[in-house]
């Protein structure tokens, strides 16, 4: 059974940073493209981020510059590193595969940006 388990999100003030990370029990986890998505309330799931195979990434527009994915192999986790975060970054955070797999996700991570 595939588990995807977020954490590190948390409150912070408008231009702090966090780092969030997802511990994936993906097998042959190196060979596939991961992506980081979020969820505002009222509002659809988005992806901000993705890496593929090779550490090519991907980001939103709206996050560009500001956020970092990254991942690790060896520990089967990829990251987010959040800097420069503005209150409509608040959201919950999940990690799946890209393209995303609906029996993936987990329960996120929350992220709340005060201004």
């Known amino acids: 059974q595939v588990q995807l388990v977020e954490s590190g999100g948390g409150l912070v003030q408008a231009g702090g940073s966090l780092r969030l990370s997802c511990a994936a029990s993906?097998?042959?986890?190196?060979?596939?493209?991961m992506g980081w998505f979020r969820q505002a309330p009222g509002k659809e799931r988005e992806r901000v981020a993705r890496i593929k195979w090779n550490n090519s990434t991907d980001y939103a527009d709206s996050v560009k510059g500001r956020f970092t994915i990254s991942r690790d192999n060896a520990k089967n986790t990829v990251y987010l590193q959040m800097t420069s975060l503005k209150p409509e970054d608040t959201a919950t955070y999940y990690c799946n595969k890209d393209p995303a797999v609906p029996a993936y996700w987990g329960q996120g991570t929350q992220v709340t940006v005060s201004s």
């Open positions: 993906l097998r042959t986890f190196s060979i596939y493209t």
